[in-house]
């Protein structure tokens, strides 16, 4: 999708965290531009910073370099300089996130930025990516906080049983579980979901105060919670640290999945392989 539509936030539940800032755009008749998303950023609660101390700044998107410094998240992490593109979708879902989860995008990006200093005297042209940054991306583009006061909801997506967590526990998981896209390409899926649409899933156990909470409020706490996660050398190392998360499984994020048999659906809802040192 690449044309415009000021109420996408309306176009599903999983947009329900960017709402606190994106609902500015709902009266637009065209992209917002650079100067737009700066606005954004210089108009959040507090200021957004990287772990680096350096303010948020939106830079217009510039070719790949071979100079360390002038890569992208070393630019982000050393001087805050986020590069964007205007009239595109991901790069307006990244700095929506960034004002909606800023500790977080900035432990994600002090981690990618730590992992590639070994490679900092190599040219960008011929270096391979870390399995560390690979898996941090994964988190960054495909990311779902998700968030419960009970702990079986935990281990239940890490067994991926599906069923038994959203159809016959839906009620609890209605009451006790707050799910939140965190990962900028999934809300750019979530402009035209399909089955099939996945994330990554970082858990952050809150207490039963936090579901009477704002939303403002729910998301401050995630955002501090799951930043300490990212923050962690020995966590998110590895895809096989963190569980798949098929969204359309949220109950009332489709239509479709107020109906049992949605959760049959096997191709979409996989088993967890039953073979030793299996990944989840």
């Known amino acids: 999708m690449d044309d415009w539509d000021a109420a996408f936030l309306k176009r599903s539940p999983m947009f329900e ?3 606190l800032y994106a609902q500015q755009f709902e009266h637009r008749l065209d992209w917002p531009d650079l100067a737009d998303y700066q606005r954004i950023i210089d108009a959040a609660k507090n ?3 990287t772990a680096n ?3 948020l700044n939106v830079v217009p998107q510039a070719p790949k370099s071979n100079v360390f410094n002038q890569r992208y998240e070393p630019r982000i992490y050393l001087r805050g300089e986020l590069q964007a593109r205007c009239r595109d979708w991901h790069d307006l879902f990244n700095v929506l996130v960034w004002v909606t989860f800023p500790h977080s995008k900035a432990a994600l990006n002090q981690r990618h930025y730590q992992a590639a200093l070994p490679r900092s005297t190599i040219p960008h042209r011929t270096q391979n990516r870390s399995r560390i940054e690979d898996t941090l991306t994964l988190l960054d583009e495909g990311g779902v906080i998700v968030a419960s006061s009970d702990e079986k909801f935990f281990q239940m997506l890490r067994d991926r049983q599906w069923k038994d967590l959203f159809w016959h526990h839906r009620a609890e ?5 707050n799910v939140f896209l965190f990962g900028h390409a999934l809300y750019q899926k979530a402009l035209e ?4 649409v996945s994330g990554k899933a970082i858990c952050v156990l809150v207490d039963e105060v936090f579901f009477s909470c704002t939303l403002e409020q729910k998301l401050a706490t995630v955002d501090v919670k799951a930043s300490a996660l990212l923050r962690d050398q020995h966590s998110f190392n590895s895809p096989s640290d963190f569980p798949a998360f098929p969204l359309l499984g949220m109950p009332g994020w489709t239509e479709d999945n107020r109906f049992e ?3 049959d659906n096997t191709h979409y ?3 967890k392989p039953n073979f030793a040192n299996s990944v989840v």
């Open 17 to 19: 965290p960017l709402s």
């Open 53 to 55: 101390g350096a303010a």
């Open 269 to 271: 809802f996989r088993a």
């Open 47 to 49: 200021s957004i910073l």
């Open 261 to 263: 048999q949605f959760y």
């Open 173 to 177: 998981v209605l009451e006790k579980m």
């Open 193 to 196: 979901p399909y089955v099939g």
